[in-house]
């Protein structure tokens, strides 16, 4: 509310986060408070919501027409070039003491660096993984997702390679379902990931945030739910999202809100990642 020359005036405002500035949007609702306050809220909402869904869209038409531009030959090596960069930094996230270009090492040269050797080979796998992921599609089920487990821990992690846990696990204060439910609350996932008629990025954001809540796995479930977040979107012909490793603490913290937080956060730096396209 505003007072003009004793005169009530009543504004309804929206403010979000874009980088490190706050936008305010705002409506002149008149001089008294409208009945239907409600509706105008979910108008105003539905209406950020198109203009988000056609930024999205505009970034995924513009992807599309670079892509078919560049030969097949450069796109291996564009392809590598990601799943080195996403190795990497899904890899440093969880602790791994590889480097960007002992990565590139790994991958390129087949060389194993002087590290232990369970990043070593968590690195190769991993990568092996993504590319492997990126030129076939495949329906996301369950079978995949251990499947993956199993290709990236199978030597590092064998004892829980490739299972999902039977067994309570907290991840700093979040307790995570009982490993009674999992199963059926995967299923609820994967049901969801591939009836659903959402836009794209959307339904990457949600389903990385609704995997990492379940945590299946006893370890590895960032680096599945980030691979499971980029299968997505590749295959729905969008650009991808690398989690940066020295941007973790806004991810952590993303992942501590509720899901449409989360969500908001994935949204920010997707636009963010991919402005050169809009």
Known sequence: MRIIKRKDYYYLQHSYRKGKRIITKEKYLGKTIPKDMEEIKEMMLKEEKRELHEKLEKIKISFQEEWKKIPDSVKEKELEEIAIAFTYNTNAIEGSTITLEEVREIVEDKLSPNKPIRDVKEAEYHAKVFLEMIKKKEK???????????????????????????????????????????????????????????????????????????????????????????????????????????????????????????????????????????
């Open 140 to 278: 996301i089920s369950n079978k995949l997702l251990l499947k993956w487990h199993k290709q990236i821990f199978g030597e590092t992690k064998q004892d829980i390679a490739g299972k999902y846990r039977d067994y309570l696990v907290r991840v700093g204060n979040h307790r995570a379902p009982d490993w009674q439910e999992v199963i059926r609350l995967m299923n609820q996932l994967i049901k969801f990931i591939n009836k659903s008629k959402i836009n794209s990025a959307e339904l990457a954001a949600i389903s990385h945030y609704r995997f990492e809540k379940i945590h299946p796995f006893g370890d590895g479930n960032g680096r599945i739910g980030r691979l499971l977040m980029n299968q997505i979107l590749w295959h729905k012909q969008c650009p991808m999202l690398i989690i940066e490793y020295k941007k973790r603490k806004s991810y952590y913290k993303a992942l501590n809100r509720d899901e449409q937080g989360f969500v908001n956060y994935f949204m920010r730096r997707y636009l963010s990642v991919h402005k050169s396209r809009l």
